[in-house]
């Protein structure tokens, strides 16, 4: 308390000190002629003082506010939490249906899952243990109509604003789920207590329920969390309020919802597919042959479609933009009239191709450039597109190994419509990769020779596919934007879990990892079905959003993260206070001298300043880039 008095007041004090003349000297003052007290004015500090009083005071009270600055930073650091939260158990999602699925519908999806996922198929795994759980409770409770009609309605009482169709958002997930997002998101904000909120809540549930399949929406409590407003991209006013999310777009926001006219479902339904993103539209056979040819490091898939296929924005039409939205990070996607693409791109497409009338076709260029012959998948109807675009992209990312991120681990890991197992490849060259993506291929064929072998020699034998997805991991950051980030501060816990080994396997839905002990890949496909792979579980609390590199942390949350911890605190201090002692002594432009040299030394030690600064520049020149739209 004494040291806190002394910063705080020392100063008015020890100035007020001075002020005052000693009393005896006050006393003996002469009075002037007419019996009137002389005056006193007391003498003022000179300008030297002031800046000595300061040289005293000042330097420990900014040290004592810059600790106070610390703390507040490591309590902001150690709250940020960008991981998912964990919402109840929709059993929709469990199965993987939507909420308008047929008994039939969830009876095929029932038995795909259980097959991966059955305890005898999977011995030792707890993890797969509770999660065929979990697929056995959503079966018997949707395949059962009574059962099935009190869930809902005990998930979504008449009357209430809980939502079916759609998943709550906080401030602690909205950055993971949302603008981390490769998806397309519809967010509401909401008041439960308004009436024109709960008008437009049977409206939102409706185009929800119809477009489940094309977008993600979610909703936003702005009673209950009224922190997540500071993320969104305007000040909310009036509720309700709709926002559109997608990667490389800005923000579109739905205003209609306020309008006395017409309060149907239309104009919400409208606004959805309207503003839905887009695909590059080819018209002339020129530039198409020119797109097919150009670009040999991204691959190419084009969407071929009958005359006037692409005209009008239908649920299934969506589901194909969908996919080439979510997957731009890796292929470049186009749309094409199918007479065109045949004319434009003959010598490439293998014969016979896109010649039935009426008919849809994805065509995959293989990356490194159009010598190859091009892979056709042909859809009968409109509503077979998005299940052809997702075998071919499947097919194609298999035989890459992309760099992992936080926006792009789930998709990797989780959403190619199988059961996936994540090769993790750390600190891999770049002529190691092609080998390991040969011996990878190598393992699947023979694999499933023999899971074709044995179905043959045994009809009741089954095993379920599977897919084995190489991403690759570099510890160290790269200062060039075009470059891999490093992990983030979780990864070493992670990597721990897997003895640090060079390569090792993560189940994402399972959350288990296992390390691979071979120098080679050729019989890893064989060692995970046969269970020669030792998988573990991750230790409990162990966050996979703070393991994956994340490219577009802002500066700001990056150095929270710093002074949250012990070593970046430390530094600061130590900094702050050389400045406190050097600056004063200084002049003007020496201090800016300093300012300039201390900046550089911070954007040249520091990677992701040095990465934000030659972004600007590089966005600049190529704006079209990956990582230039992912921000938007």
């Not at 519809?186 to 437009?200: A, E, I, K, R, W």
């Not at 002049?587 to 972004?615: E, H, Y």
Request: glycine share 8%; proline share 6%; charged share 25%.
């Amino acid at each position: 308390m004494r040291l806190l008095r002394l910063l705080v007041v020392g100063f008015v004090i020890d100035a007020r000190r001075e002020q005052d003349p000693k009393p005896a000297a006050r006393e003996g003052k002469p009075k002037k002629k007419g019996g009137k007290a002389a005056s006193w004015e007391a003498p003022s500090m000179s300008i030297g003082q002031v800046r000595e009083k300061c040289n005293v005071y000042g330097g420990p009270l900014l040290m004592l506010l810059f600790t106070c600055a610390l703390f507040g930073a490591r309590i902001a650091g150690e709250d940020f939490s960008p991981d998912t939260k964990n919402d109840e158990v929709n059993l929709f999602e469990v199965l993987g249906v939507p909420h308008d699925a047929s008994v039939l519908d969830v009876r095929k999806a029932y038995k795909h899952l259980a097959l991966s996922w059955h305890p005898d198929k999977n011995p030792g795994c707890e993890a797969c243990a509770t999660r065929f759980a979990k697929i056995s409770q959503a079966y018997e409770v949707l395949n059962n109509p009574e059962k099935r009609k009190a869930y809902e309605a005990r998930r979504a009482p008449e009357g209430s604003l809980e939502s079916m169709a759609s998943v709550d958002l906080t401030a602690d997930d909205f950055e993971a789920r949302v603008a981390r997002s490769n998806d397309v998101w519809y967010v509401q904000v909401y008041d439960p207590t308004d009436g024109l909120c709960q008008h437009f809540h049977a409206l939102w549930e409706d185009v929800a329920h119809r477009h489940e399949d094309v977008a993600r929406f979610g909703r936003i409590d702005l009673v209950k969390h009224r922190r997540v407003v500071s993320l969104l991209p305007q000040r909310v006013g009036m509720v309700p309020l709709v926002f559109r999310f997608a990667r490389g777009h800005e923000p579109v926001i739905f205003q209609s919802a306020y309008s006395s006219e017409d309060r149907g479902s239309a104009p919400f339904a409208r606004f959805v597919q309207d503003n839905f993103p887009e695909v590059r539209r080819i018209g002339a056979a020129a530039e198409l042959r020119s797109w097919w040819d150009a670009g040999a490091d991204r691959q190419r898939i084009l969407l071929a479609s009958p005359a006037g296929g692409f005209g009008r924005r239908t649920a299934e039409l969506m589901q194909a933009l969908r996919l080439a939205h979510m997957w731009h990070e890796f292929f470049d996607f186009a749309v094409a009239d199918a007479k065109l693409a045949s004319d434009a791109l003959g010598s490439s497409l293998p014969p016979g191709a896109l010649q039935t009338p009426g008919a849809w076709a994805v065509v995959a260029r293989a990356q490194g450039g159009a010598g190859g012959r091009a892979e056709v998948k042909e859809a009968a109807q409109l509503r077979d597109l998005s299940g052809a675009m997702q075998e071919l992209i499947s097919r194609s990312i298999g035989h890459e190994a992309p760099h992992a991120t936080l926006r792009n681990y789930q998709q990797l890991c989780g959403a190619l419509g199988m059961r996936t197992f994540c090769l993790f490849l750390v600190d891999n060259s770049v002529a190691r990769v092609p080998v390991a993506l040969e011996e990878l291929g190598s393992s699947r064929t023979s694999f499933l020779q023999e899971a074709a072998e044995l179905r043959s020699e045994d009809e009741e034998a089954t095993e379920e596919p599977f897919h084995i997805q190489p991403i690759r991991v570099t510890t160290s950051s790269s200062r060039l934007p075009w470059l891999p980030v490093a992990p983030g501060a979780s990864f070493k816990a992670l990597w721990a879990a897997a003895d640090k080994a060079p390569s090792f396997v993560l189940e994402l839905e399972t959350r288990r990892v296992a390390p691979v002990k071979t120098a080679s890949f050729r019989e890893l496909y064989q060692q995970i079905a046969y269970d020669d792979l030792k998988f573990r579980e991750l230790p409990e609390g162990l966050s996979l959003a703070r393991s994956l590199p994340d490219p577009e942390v802002t500066l700001g949350r990056e150095l929270l993260h710093g002074l949250a911890t012990l070593q970046g605190s430390l530094l600061a201090f130590l900094l702050a206070a050389a400045a406190i002692a050097v600056v004063p002594e200084l002049s003007l432009p020496a201090v800016g001298a300093v300012t300039a040299v201390a900046a550089s030394l911070i954007a040249g030690a520091w990677p992701l300043a040095c990465r934000r600064c030659i972004a600007i520049v590089w966005c600049g020149i190529s704006p079209g880039r990956f990582e230039c739209l992912v921000g938007g």
